[in-house]
Nanobody, 127 residues
Framework: QVQLVESGGGLVQPGGSLRLSCAASGFRLDTVDIGWFRQAPGKEREGVACTSRIDSRTYYADSVKGRFTIYRDNAKNTVYLQMDSLKAEDPAVYYC????????????????????WGQGTQVTVSS
């Protein structure tokens, strides 16, 4: 069975850090592009980071650039999203997704390009 499972969400104070994990079963993550998305209450889901299956290059939304890092651990078949300097605008349900994109540098943060999704993990930022 092909699936993605996110973990690592929780409650953190502003300025704190969390590391989210996206573990795959039924397929190898190094054969697909991976994106991290988030959806806050009342808002549309937005892409925050992605990494290429070809060369592991990474791309970020402007809102998280310099604070979030996406990276792969192929031995563990897992992709991580390291989130530092968390802000009040970061709380959301975070999802990972996989796909084989035609052009990740342009399409990497478009949710329509991904075909397998995890169930999401909640991130809360509060003092």
């Amino acid at each position: 069975q092909v699936q993605l499972v996110e973990s690592g969400g929780g409650l953190v104070q502003p300025g704190g850090s969390l590391r989210l994990s996206c573990a795959a079963s039924g397929f190898r993550l190094d054969t697909v592009d991976i994106g991290w998305f988030r959806q806050a209450p009342g808002k549309e889901r937005e892409g925050v980071a992605c990494t290429s299956r070809i060369d592991s290059r990474t791309y970020y939304a402007d809102s998280v650039k310099g604070r979030f890092t996406i990276y792969r651990d192929n031995a563990k078949n897992t992709v991580y999203l390291q989130m530092d300097s968390l802000k009040a605008e970061d709380p959301a349900v975070y999802y990972c997704a996989s796909g084989q994109l035609l052009l990740i540098q342009t399409m990497g943060l478009w949710e329509s390009e991904y075909d397998t999704w995890g169930q999401g993990t909640q991130v809360t930022v509060s003092s």
